[in-house]
């Protein structure tokens, strides 16, 4: 295991599969159509590997859904902008309807901003 994750970068593919497993369910308490894709084979080997991922993914589908929750409640009371620090392949710009006058702004390391980007590029951010 410790030869597929490089670097602190490589847990957010490893995320990633869990929003993917959790989107695939009928009865999702959240959609991420990116997430496969975002986490890729590499995630997909890093989940895998780490049994303690599989057995608690409640936990990480949890904290996805309370941040989207969270999300659209400060919106929905006119905050206007989004400081997303530690990003890693955080989709939510993309599967959320949130205003097109909402700014968001994503800081992380560049290799990380750069491969979202590279999965994005052809994507909207949703928008009500």
Same mark, same amino acid.
């Given at each position: 295991?410790? !030869? $597929?994750?490089?670097?602190?970068?490589?847990?957010?593919?490893?995320?990633? =599969?869990?929003? #993917?497993?959790?989107? +695939?369910? &009928?009865?999702? =308490?959240?959609?991420? /159509?990116?997430?496969?894709?975002? #986490?890729?084979?590499?995630? *997909?080997?890093?989940?895998?590997?780490?049994?303690? %991922?599989?057995?608690?993914?409640?936990?990480?589908?949890?904290?996805?859904?309370?941040?989207? *929750?969270?999300? $659209?409640? @400060?919106?929905? +009371? %006119? @905050?206007?902008?989004?400081?997303?620090?530690? #990003?890693? $392949?955080?989709?939510? /710009? @993309?599967?959320?309807?949130?205003?097109? !006058?909402?700014?968001? =702004?994503? =800081?992380?390391? &560049?290799?990380?901003?750069?491969?979202? *980007?590279?999965?994005?590029?052809?994507?909207?951010?949703?928008?009500?």
């Amino acid at each position: 295991m410790s !030869s $597929l994750v490089q670097n602190i970068s490589d847990t957010a593919k490893w995320v990633a =599969v869990f929003r #993917a497993e959790e989107s +695939e369910r &009928p009865d999702a =308490v959240f959609h991420d /159509p990116f997430a496969r894709k975002l #986490a890729g084979k590499k995630g *997909e080997q890093i989940a895998d590997a780490i049994g303690f %991922g599989k057995d608690n993914s409640w936990s990480f589908i949890a904290r996805t859904f309370l941040l989207d *929750e969270f999300t $659209l409640r @400060y919106v929905r +009371e %006119g @905050y206007d902008m989004v400081l997303n620090l530690a #990003a890693g $392949l955080d989709a939510r /710009p @993309y599967r959320m309807d949130l205003p097109s !006058s909402l700014q968001w =702004v994503e =800081v992380d390391l &560049p290799g990380i901003i750069e491969e979202k *980007e590279k999965v994005l590029n052809h994507e909207t951010p949703g928008v009500i």
